[in-house]
């Protein structure tokens, strides 16, 4: 029995397909930036309105027996899979056998698979019993209801929306952290209504026609404090009106102290609320810019032109400069983009990442450069530099460009006093003046450019004036006409775009930048 689930355990643990299938599964299931989950939570969303819909229906009319048939049988049939694909994914029971011979082999003990099996069976067990996975398991009683009454287990399936629904989570996590306030708050109430429900029960049970039981008692004095005031029972002793002066007054107070508690509850959140939707928002996009810093440089770049609302945030850890850059029309939140976690929070895995580092502090930007490149290489980082003596750093942290503004201004001033004409010619190219601008053209692979020279790409006939080619980490000017075009070569041309547009699309769809 031990060796033939050892081999089992094996055969799961070495076949590819079954762990691809797992890891798909549980991505799906429960990581919020796969691709498809937000189609399948509409879907799962979809039949639990249908299915509740037609619990509504049927109460006046008779439902079409296909109808029956959806909501019986093909609605429960989904909920049931999910609820068992949940239980499936929640932990690995292979890997606990695995490495529990190999623990058994390391101590030369005899292999017993029967504690790694109890323990992931408990795991399974316990996620089986919190609400949310109860929910789902009561939301498939409906496909078992010969009996009327099992239809009443439809409405747990409203329930399920408590883990599909994200504004729903939002107000719960919302009312979470502040469990401390109203859970006294019902303490309270639960006391001032058992008190006022005795007294009412001992002064008129039997003057009060309407007072038979404590319980009566109990839900007049719950009517009263809330301010409900349905009438069906009411005190006929001046006493019992005492004692609904005093519930009324105290229920009014507990529902604004509820209302101020909520309330509050709400202001803190809101700014992370809105956050949190931001970098949902900016999640969906397939690749966008991740800004480190709000300054001048940052204002400089926004100022070169229009950038799409979904396709770039702004981190800054100052809250003053975040709210300027909120009124200045920009996505901006507070965060620290040194933290590991904070990146963690965008889609690294499927999205391509542009990190811009426009930070005045060195350090800083080394530990943001440090934190991209742990989490995923494919994310690209350009970095401010203070001086040349930190490119180093900056090259051995993993940075893939590196700027210094202030020799490139330098510069600027020096060229400006000393060939004022140069000057002119480049400041009117770099800010796209009398339209020519310098373009990026960027080679893929698989792109009809890549494996042509540089002369059969005739840039002159489009009217574009050919710079050279970025290479890796090496650009080379104006090379020999022979050069072969690679693939992931950024070829540098200056013109107009209507005629970078002609080039690219004479030599099919390159993707091209500025």
Not at 7 to 13: I, S, T, Y
Not at 387 to 399: D, F, I, L, N, T
Not at 427 to 448: C, F, N, S
């Amino acid at each position: 029995m031990n060796s033939w689930v050892l081999r089992f355990a094996r055969f799961l643990h070495n076949s590819k397909r079954y762990r691809s299938i797992k890891t798909h599964v549980r991505d799906l299931l429960t990581n919020p930036h796969n691709p498809y989950k937000r189609y399948f939570d509409i879907a799962i969303i979809f039949l639990i309105v249908t299915s509740v819909f037609i619990l509504v229906y049927e109460v006046k009319h008779s439902v079409p027996a296909w109808l029956d048939i959806y909501d019986i049988y093909f609605v429960s049939v989904i909920f049931a899979v999910e609820y068992i694909l949940r239980i499936w994914v929640h932990n690995d029971m292979t890997e606990l056998i695995i490495e529990e011979y190999r623990n058994a082999k390391f101590l030369e003990r005899p292999f017993n698979p029967s504690k790694p099996l109890k323990k992931a069976l408990l795991e399974k067990l316990k996620y089986m019993l919190t609400p949310s996975a109860i929910i789902d398991l009561l939301a498939i009683f409906p496909a078992y209801r010969p009996l009327r009454v099992l239809r009443i287990f439809v409405l747990f399936r409203v329930l399920k929306l408590l883990r599909y629904a994200k504004s729903i989570n939002q107000f719960i996590e919302v009312l979470k952290n502040k469990k401390f306030e109203l859970f006294t708050l019902l303490f309270l109430l639960a006391f001032i209504v058992a008190t006022a429900g005795i007294a009412i029960y001992v002064l008129e049970e039997k003057l009060n026609p309407n007072i038979d039981s404590l319980f009566d008692a109990m839900y007049w004095a719950l009517v009263t404090i809330s301010t409900v005031g349905y009438g069906d029972i009411s005190p006929v002793t001046p006493e019992g009106r005492s004692i609904s002066i005093i519930m009324i007054i105290i229920g009014i107070a507990m529902i604004s102290f509820a209302t101020s508690v909520i309330v509050s509850a709400f202001s803190e959140k809101l700014d992370e609320l809105k956050e949190n939707r931001i970098v949902e928002r900016i999640n969906k996009s397939e690749s966008f810019l991740i800004i480190c810093g709000y300054g001048q440089m940052t204002k400089m770049f926004f100022r070169q032109g229009h950038i799409d609302q979904d396709s770039y945030i702004i981190l800054e850890k100052d809250p003053e400069r975040v709210e300027a850059a909120r009124k200045d029309g920009y996505n901006a939140i507070v965060e620290d983009a040194s933290r590991n976690e904070v990146l963690k929070r965008f889609n690294t895995e499927h999205a391509r990442i542009t990190i811009l580092c426009l930070i005045a502090d060195d350090i800083e930007n080394i530990y943001i450069t440090l934190s991209a490149k742990s989490l995923s290489r494919n994310i690209r980082v350009i970095v401010r530099a203070s001086s040349r003596s930190m490119v180093k750093k900056y090259e051995h942290a993993g940075a893939d460009h590196i700027l210094l503004p202030h020799e490139v201004v330098n510069n600027m001033i020096h060229i400006a006093i000393t060939q004022p004409t140069m000057y002119k010619a480049l400041h009117a190219v770099l800010i796209g003046e009398d339209v020519a601008r310098i373009y990026e053209i960027y080679v893929d692979r698989y792109d009809t450019l890549e494996g042509e020279n540089i002369e059969s790409l005739r840039f002159h006939d489009y009217k574009l004036l050919f710079l050279g080619i970025q290479r890796g980490k090496k650009f080379l000017f104006n090379p020999s006409p022979k050069e072969i075009v690679q693939a992931h070569d950024v070829l540098l041309v200056i013109g107009r775009k209507i005629s970078v547009d002609y080039f690219k699309e004479n030599n099919g769809e390159v993707r091209g930048g500025k």
